[in-house]
């Protein structure tokens, strides 16, 4: 396995000359800033989008929702895959087409009210912020940032524009399921919470498709149809290599955040939604698969909460909450819970409590037990009333301020999840290190090498992030 300094070394012998003058030569680095624009009023005519990613696993299915909303219209259309642009283009014909999303700011930007991000994670928060800077309402894919840093910069930019209607890819939290926990929880139906297990199915040895973690590939020339530099964007320079470009770059330090960061919006959100955590206090992550290249595999991590002087003190059994999130099904033991023998499902999220024990799959109804037997959430009393949404709609339906209108995962809570996934996927670089995590300094202020190396990256000219001022009207 190459250490980091050797992949650097590497980058630049074999295919970084070829990006690199690609780089240099890009006249795309010379664009002005975006304009501002007054948010949509809801009284001008249908909505009018840009989607910057629409190739991959999960732009399609949000084009094709969101497509299907009466009042909203597809403005633009933008992807570094020349044939991914060039297909989707077909079926919206009148919509302006770029490869780089900083020009459909530069020359474009009347033409479209809000932004759909669905790039690989290493460039959300470059694009979010952008769309944020420039005044549009955003649709971001999760997790929402790849950087640590990033989570201060995105909670920086909304509270600068309060009037912004943000969404986070977070579907499953549409239907009923999901939502009758948080309601459960949040009225303290099962008393205090103590604990929390979370924990994810695989990955795989070597890939599943989403992942791969069977050793370095050798690099290889991007395949024609791909803006190679644009497709880094953020990133530092590197080659390209083979399944990155598809949907490998999950497993990838410098692109995604491993498993427990693209599952931690589907898995760590009730815990947020029901108890409105703060920033973890430390969090330690158990491996024995630590690595330079790729997010770690067969991860255990605890997160601690300090929820001693938070106004909701009296939903906790005590000053510290402790999650537990790992992958490769990594659930708790049954019997010390006092549950009957059995087996857990291979993804869940599992809050112990005072007074019984609740756990929900990803989709689905809750599962619960008081006193180790299983008993139906339909029975339990002082429940409220939940209702199934649209995901996606309810976003266009907020920005065109209609009655009753829900965004269930702005990037408010977004945000303070996604720190949470980054703080357990990034400390297995360090195993079985307690790492102690200061939000407010952008530092584990007791190991100086983590601070260095899991907190933030370095930005390329051109694609660094822009600091959002104030509102404007």
């Not at 690989?120 to 912020?129: G, T």
């Not at 992550?285 to 003190?313: C, E, I, M, W």
């Not at 370095?458 to 001022?469: A, I, Q, S, T």
Request: some cysteine; proline content about 6%.
């Amino acid at each position: 396995m190459l250490t980091r300094r050797q992949l650097i070394q590497t980058s630049a012998a074999t295919a970084g000359g070829v990006a690199a003058a690609a780089l240099l030569a890009s006249p795309a680095f010379a664009l002005p800033l975006p304009r501002p624009r007054r948010p949509f009023s809801g009284k001008l005519g249908k909505l009018q989008l840009l989607q910057v990613g629409v190739g991959g696993s999960i732009a399609p299915a949000d084009r094709s929702e969101l497509s299907h909303h009466a009042d909203v219209v597809f403005a633009g259309l933008c992807d570094v895959d020349s044939n991914a642009l060039s297909s989707v283009a077909k079926e919206h014909p009148s919509a302006f087409t770029c490869r780089d999303f900083r020009e459909a700011f530069d020359k474009h930007a009347d033409k479209f009210d809000a932004v759909v991000v669905c790039t690989p994670d290493h460039n959300h928060a470059l694009v979010d912020l952008w769309a944020l800077r420039a005044n549009k309402h955003v649709y971001g894919q999760k997790p929402l940032v790849q950087q640590l840093s990033e989570v201060v910069a995105i909670q920086n930019a909304i509270a600068a524009r309060p009037k912004l209607i943000t969404q986070t890819g977070n579907q499953r939290m549409g239907p009923e399921g999901r939502q009758i926990t948080v309601d459960i929880l949040r009225r303290g139906l099962l008393g205090k919470a103590i604990e929390a297990h979370v924990w994810i199915g695989g990955p795989g040895e070597g890939t599943d498709g989403f992942f791969w973690y069977g050793g370095l590939k050798d690099p290889i020339q991007p395949p024609a149809n791909i803006d190679w530099p644009l497709w880094l964007g953020a990133a530092t320079d590197a080659p390209c290599r083979p399944g990155l470009i598809s949907m490998q770059w999950r497993s990838s330090w410098d692109y995604g955040t491993g498993q427990l960061g693209d599952w931690c919006t589907h898995l760590l959100d009730l815990l947020y939604f029901s108890y409105d955590l703060p920033s973890p206090v430390s969090v330690m992550a158990h491996t024995l698969n630590p690595s330079d290249f790729y997010h770690a595999r067969g991860v255990l991590s605890t997160l601690t909460y300090d929820v001693s002087k938070q106004k909701n003190r009296a939903m906790f059994a005590k000053d510290r909450f402790v999650v537990h999130y790992g992958d490769q099904s990594q659930g708790p033991s049954r019997a010390e819970l006092g549950l009957p023998e059995g087996k857990w499902p291979g993804s869940g999220t599992m809050i112990v409590c005072e007074g019984g024990v609740i756990f929900n799959q990803p989709e689905g109804a809750p599962e619960i037990w008081i006193g180790g037997k299983k008993v139906e959430w339909k029975d339990l009393k002082g429940r409220g009333e939940v209702k199934a949404r649209n995901h996606w709609h309810a976003w266009v339906d907020k920005i065109l301020d209609k009655p009753d209108a829900f965004v269930q995962t702005p990037f408010s809570y977004a945000a303070g999840i996604a720190e949470a996934g980054l703080l357990c996927s990034k400390a297995a670089r360090y195993p079985q290190q307690e790492l102690v995590w200061d939000k407010s300094k952008l530092a584990f202020t007791n190991h100086e090498e983590a601070t260095k190396t899991c907190v933030t990256r370095e930005y390329r000219k051109g694609f660094e992030l822009p600091v959002v001022g104030g509102a404007t009207s």
